[in-house]
């Protein structure tokens, strides 16, 4: 029996299918009253839970083979967040201690690129950086980050645990619209897209999943595996989705101290709306920043190969427009 943490997340609903596919037995854990969308129609038995409950963990863990944690809350938003604290951090304590009380056989974390120290560009990011708690940038990055020691200190003290760090996330049953989908989305409005310098890497949400059980099956107690995909310039992101969908919406680049001023701002009006923006100083940090990432251990290790950028993009906008009446928003 699997247990997955975060199944009606983006990358826990793809784990879900893909283990069922191979026919393994899957059990969720779900927040009571959760939205169970993602995986509806699934051969999936649901258990409610919660991170931040001890007793719902060791009562979900029974006859657990492999536990996937997966649970978190992501946010772009400047400035300390106690609940992402709390539900990253704490709540990843709970399951670590959920785990060896129970006696499972393996623990995948699934950490984030953003829990790893920054470093400049032209140098390589591989697992040979550190996990960094103290970086300035955001509240997920850190809170990531302490995650991350937890579990490479709960390795050492006899764990059976694994750690992969994906990078930036696209593809196929998107049913929540992760803050990539939201703006793979308006590729199909055929109205101005705007973007400014920079860009990232994107990996599949589909090899992520695959790079997810590899690390299960082969991956090495108290390692972390980076299973990156492929970089893009924010501008050819752009012109990729505009040949995609055969769409003639206008490009434009904004000039970069517009950009930071926006990014400065856009928080506080969205704090005031009650939403979540995509220009925050940490996104501009992130899609500046180096993204020159090595998955050159997980494909030694795992077998791990993430296919072509430009074919996930693809999938990520005929699944979005094929599936808009399955959209979950928030």
């Known amino acids: 029996m699997n247990l997955i943490t975060g199944a009606t997340g983006h990358i826990g609903n793809v784990l879900a299918r893909q283990l069922l596919e191979r026919g393994q037995k899957v059990r969720a854990l779900v927040l009571p009253n959760d939205t169970l969308g993602p995986i509806q129609g699934l051969d999936v038995e649901v258990v409610e839970g919660n991170v931040l409950n001890p007793a719902s963990l060791e009562h979900a863990l029974q ?16 400035g300390k967040n106690d609940f992402v604290q709390r539900i990253n951090v704490e709540g990843t304590r709970n399951m670590l201690a ?52 937890l579990v490479e200190a709960a390795a050492k003290n006899g764990l059976d645990a694994v750690l992969v760090c994906p990078t930036g996330v696209i593809g196929p049953y998107d049913f929540r619209v992760s803050l990539m989908g939201a703006g793979i989305l308006r590729y199909w409005g055929n109205k101005e897209v705007q973007y400014f310098s920079g860009g990232y890497d994107y990996v599949d949400v589909r090899d992520v999943a695959a790079g997810i059980i590899a690390a299960a099956e082969k991956g090495r107690t108290g390692e972390s595996y980076l299973l990156s995909g492929n970089y893009l310039s924010n501008k050819d992101l752009l012109e990729i989705g505009r040949k995609i969908t055969g769409g003639n919406y206008p490009v434009r680049e904004l000039p970069m101290p517009l950009v930071n001023f926006l990014a400065q701002i856009m928080p506080i009006y969205y704090r005031l709306s009650g939403t979540s923006p995509q220009l925050t100083p940490y996104s501009v940090e992130v899609l500046q920043s180096n993204a020159n990432i090595s998955h050159a251990k997980a494909t030694r290790e795992l077998g791990y190969q993430p296919r072509p950028v430009e074919e996930s993009l693809a999938d990520t906008l005929h699944w979005l427009r094929d599936n808009r009446h399955l959209l979950l928003r928030d």
């Open 63 to 78: 006859g657990v083979d492999v536990v996937y944690h997966l649970a978190a809350v992501i946010t772009i938003m400047p």
């Open 98 to 149: 959920a785990a060896k009380k129970v006696g499972v056989r393996r623990l995948v974390y699934t950490s984030s690129i953003h829990a790893i120290q920054r470093v400049p560009h032209g140098v390589v990011i591989d697992e040979h950086l550190p996990f960094d708690p103290n970086n300035p940038y955001g509240a997920y990055d850190t809170s990531k980050a302490q995650a991350s020691l």
